[in-house]
């Protein structure tokens, strides 16, 4: 696994998840990973504890994470690291960091050209969102 | 993979594709080489058509044609498709026959615009 | 607001910075047709994109959706889609029902070129398709209509800005339409979008009538009343709230039930209004208020006519009338009135009798870039109904236009009428289709093309789609076609009873399909039924409502 940084911010790669799967019946760590269907507000009373919250995408266009990572920016205020992982493309860079993400989770043999290239793209946007305003 | 369309009497598959850069419609012809003309098509039997339409979709992630899939028609010549959207497929639409493929082998795409002009 | 110019009328007015931006845009997707050619992105990977910049693989060829952000264009726009049908295409395009238009015949490799030449006059063709937010549509006669509150096309920019490569919503489970009018008459079938806006003026500002989960396609829906008065400052924060809910709850695992209308009827519209109002108590409500500064910003980039006129304007085209029956006979039907008692707004059809309905040529398009460029402030504007539209045209000048529009064989007096068929472009292009509709919508338009009769039988309106994806609104039509598959045979459903407007409406199946030739056939006794039963002044709605549509199936089927 190679780790790409989007925020900027210092990442956390020696940091191993627990499936939220595993976690749920018996809260432990500091990092979890996330399937798309999980509500961010049944992590709300362990919040303080996480510093990884690894979001997965199963196809890149199931695009559920997304609101996933705002929600726990915007919504629960959490303040650790938001890593995606699965099958994503550097297509998606902007979407992932405007929406919170840190990090992306990608194979050792993948291209960071097109993610930096696709990062550095827009000079501007169009949208606020909570994470990034215009 | 999906089941192939069954043929009926009289009836054989061919394949068919869309090409990656043009999205023009192709036919698979002999030596497994993309034809513009439904009359240059290859005839399979049920049988056949199977692996080939494995060898073809192996071969399209090399990227020149796209949306590969079988077409059952009467074996006639040249076939012809038994369904009304692969008529219109093979022959052109038909609210324009200024466009058909018929008798389009020999033109080249500038001349195709020339004549739609 | 500035004055007039030719190019800025009816829609925003690009800056510097809106042009870099779509220039990256056009890098960004050339970057990705690169990458599918090399191989680095598969086919599945690739499509998302490609349609997220409006390319369609079709039946034929590759299609090409530019957008018409709410239907409005300029004509240096319009010649520019006229080059581009000439040198990239076969010399023609086809207006939608959404208010875009569609290039046949495009091959891949010279997408980006076309972008870079449609960039040149603030063109583009971003989220014309692809399950994102898609071109926001609005009223035809904004900005003109005698009836309208309040002009919808700032805020129409407005969404369209906002919705623009959103981060949160660009991979959504399934596409997203959003209409918006200002108008009491509703000219959007706002009841018929996963969003629909009725905008209307208060002591307050601007007020926003919300209705969700309406749609057409495989489950017709008429969409529900949300929120009955969004405030501006909140609008953007509503449309969040909505897509927020719809994103993280609408389903992925089955294509035809991932539209918004199939969540909100799952679980009911008390409850979807419940979890949008939790949202929004949630939401960082100061990154999402519309302030009244951008609202002016936007504005300000919207020039309005200077609508000046001599005073015998009005009674110079009285006399017009009187003196040219033919023009008489168009102007009744082919006019809507304008807010400034010296104009008028003038509907262009494109549905010539026997012609394919929305389609355009390279010549015909650059004679009304040329006639809206000396009658129409250079204003022309996309129906959904697949018409076009001068919104302000002088009265006085109005049978110089209507001279002009003979010439470019644009001067069928249909509009509303029967002949005035809206149609998809059904199996002869379409990739999902199941029977051909441009054919027979040639031969019905043909069948009830004298003016005469068209003028007889009154407003009634034919829609035809060649599938249930419905691109042709087969269900809001008084009379829907419908194409359906029957073992590789076209066949014709017909649908009686649809509406698209105030009234909304889903139109019901009259029976078993029939042959294409024999549909006519049912059509045209259902039309001579209507005629020979009418009550004085009664619409084919009425009269449906009357004798019921067994009366009707009775008649439709008396000879098959």
């Given amino acids: 696994m190679k780790l790409f940084n989007l925020s900027g911010r210092k990442t956390l790669e020696e940091a191993s998840p627990v499936a939220f799967a595993d976690w749920k019946d018996a809260p432990h760590g500091t990092a979890i990973s996330l399937p798309q269907d999980v509500e961010v507000e049944d992590l709300r009373s362990h919040l303080n504890e996480l510093t990884l919250i690894v979001l997965e995408f199963p196809i890149f266009r199931d695009g559920r994470a997304f609101t996933q990572a705002r929600s726990l920016r915007e919504y629960e205020g959490y303040k650790g690291e938001i890593r995606a992982s699965g099958h994503l493309l550097p297509d998606q860079a902007i979407h992932l960091k405007r929406c919170g993400f840190d990090s992306v989770a990608l194979p050792e043999e993948a291209n960071t050209q097109d993610w930096d290239e696709q990062l550095s793209r827009y000079q501007f946007y169009y949208q606020n969102t909570a994470v990034s305003p215009v | 993979m999906k089941r192939l369309s069954r043929p009926g009497e009289g009836e054989v598959l061919l394949l068919t594709a869309n090409r990656l850069l043009d999205g023009r419609i192709v036919w698979l012809g002999e030596g497994e080489r993309w034809r513009e003309s439904i009359a240059e098509a290859k005839r399979f039997s049920y049988e056949e058509a199977g692996p080939a339409l494995e060898r073809a979709l192996a071969a399209a992630a090399q990227k020149e044609v796209v949306a590969i899939y079988e077409v059952v028609a009467h074996d006639t010549q040249p076939p012809e498709p038994v369904t009304a959207r692969e008529v219109i497929r093979a022959h052109g639409p038909s609210v324009h026959p200024d466009f058909s493929y018929d008798d389009a082998l020999a033109r080249t795409p500038a001349q195709e615009k020339e004549r739609a002009q | 607001m500035t004055q007039s110019n030719s190019h800025s009328v009816g829609h925003y007015q690009y800056e510097e910075r809106d042009r870099a931006f779509l220039q990256e845009r056009i890098n960004e997707f050339e970057g990705q047709v690169r990458r599918r050619l090399a191989g680095e992105l598969s086919e599945e990977e690739f499509k998302p994109f490609r349609l997220m910049n409006g390319v369609y693989l079709q039946l034929h060829a590759y299609m090409l959706r530019v957008a018409i952000p709410y239907g409005v264009l300029d004509s240096r726009q319009l010649h520019k889609l006229a080059d581009v049908a000439a040198k990239y295409d076969r010399n023609y395009g086809h207006f939608t029902t959404r208010q875009n238009i569609q290039f046949n015949w495009i091959a891949l490799q010279d997408m980006p070129a076309i972008l870079r030449e449609l960039a040149e006059v603030d063109m583009h063709a971003i989220q014309t398709s692809g399950n994102c937010i898609r071109n926001v549509t609005s009223d035809e006669f904004a900005g003109a209509a005698k009836d309208e509150l309040m002009d919808p096309r700032i805020y129409a920019e407005i969404v369209r800005q906002w919705s623009t490569l959103h981060p949160e919503f660009t991979f959504l489970p399934r596409k997203f339409k959003i209409a918006i009018s200002g108008s009491p008459e509703d000219r959007v079938a706002a009841r018929f979008h996963d969003i629909g806006l009725l905008a209307r003026p208060s ?31 909140d609008l953007i924060a509503t449309l969040e709230a909505v897509l927020r809910v719809y994103n993280a709850f609408g389903r992925r695992d089955n294509l035809y039930k991932a539209r918004i209308k199939i ?48 005073a015998d304007a009005a009674s110079l085209f009285e006399q017009h009338k009187q003196a040219d029956p033919a023009f008489a006979r168009w102007v009744a039907s082919n006019t809507h009135p304008h807010h400034h008692d010296s104009y008028i707004c003038a509907v262009i059809s494109l549905k010539t009798p026997g012609a394919i309905p929305g389609d355009v040529t390279a010549e015909q398009m650059h004679g009304l870039a040329d006639l809206s460029a000396r009658y129409a402030f250079g204003e022309v504007r996309v129906t959904h109904l697949q018409n076009l539209v001068f919104g302000h045209v002088r009265k006085d000048q109005l049978y110089d236009v209507w001279q002009g529009l003979q010439k470019l064989d644009l001067a069928a007096p249909n509009v509303g009428l029967i002949s005035d068929i809206v149609s998809c472009p059904g199996l002869d292009y379409c990739n999902l289709a199941n029977a051909r509709s441009l054919p027979l919508a040639q031969k019905l338009g043909a069948r009830f093309g004298d003016a005469a009769l068209q003028a007889e039988i009154g407003a009634l309106s034919i829609h035809m789609s060649g599938c249930i994806n419905a691109c042709g609104h087969h269900h809001v039509g008084n009379i829907g076609l419908l194409g359906v598959d029957k073992r590789g045979a076209e066949t014709y459903q017909i649908l009686l009873g649809g509406d698209g407007g105030e009234n909304a409406a889903i139109g019901g199946i009259l ?50």
């Fill in chain 3, 203 to 233: 002591e307050h500002g601007p007020l926003f009538r919300l209705f969700v989960g309406g749609g057409l396609g495989r489950t017709p829906v008429v969409g529900q009343e949300l929120f009955d008065s969004v405030r501006e400052e």
């Fill in chain 3, 511 to 560: 029976g078993p399909s029939f042959a294409e030739d024999e549909a006519v056939e049912a059509v045209a006794r259902i039309v001579e039924f209507y005629l020979a039963q009418r009550q004085k002044g009664e619409s084919f709605a009425a009269m449906l409502k009357r004798c019921g549509l067994k009366a009707f199936k009775e008649v439709a089927y008396e000879t098959v």
């Fill in chain 3, 263 to 310: 969540l909100v009827q799952t679980i009911g519209l008390e409850a979807f209004r419940k979890a949008v109002e939790e949202e929004l108590s949630r939401m960082d409500c100061a990154a999402y208020r519309l302030t009244p500064e951008h609202v002016a910003q936007i504005r300000a980039r919207f020039a309005v006519p200077d609508l000046q006129a001599p």
